[in-house]
């Protein structure tokens, strides 16, 4: 398994408003997939279009501690602190 890199319709985050294009993970997304604003690290789901919404109370709960959901995060919160400028 290997990480790929995929082009999605142009969306906006529904927290930050953060300009989304693109997904990166272990296969090409599909409607019901989470994934995190690069942003701000928002938990959103795509929707049939691939673009992005706000996650239903049940879609927390299924998706709540996903390896590579948590993984993904601490990779968003290195990328934002870099960005602020506190590297540790
Ligand atoms: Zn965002």
């Known amino acids: 398994m290997s990480i790929q890199h995929h ?17 990166t993970g272990f296969a ?3 409607a019901g997939d989470a994934t995190l604003c690069l942003n701000c690290g928002h938990f959103m789901i ?5 673009r992005l919404r706000k ?5 927390l709960l299924k998706w709540a ?6 993984a993904a ?3 968003v919160n290195q990328f934002k602190r870099e ?5 540790e």
């Open 83 to 87: 960005k602020a400028g506190n590297i």
């Open 7 to 23: 082009r999605t319709p142009k969306c906006f985050c529904p927290n930050c408003g953060y300009e989304l294009s693109a997904a």
């Open 55 to 59: 996650p239903t109370s049940a879609e």
């Open 65 to 70: 501690g996903n390896k590579e959901l948590v």
């Open 46 to 50: 795509f929707t049939h279009r691939l």
């Open 73 to 75: 995060s601490e990779v």
């Open 28 to 30: 090409k997304p599909k």
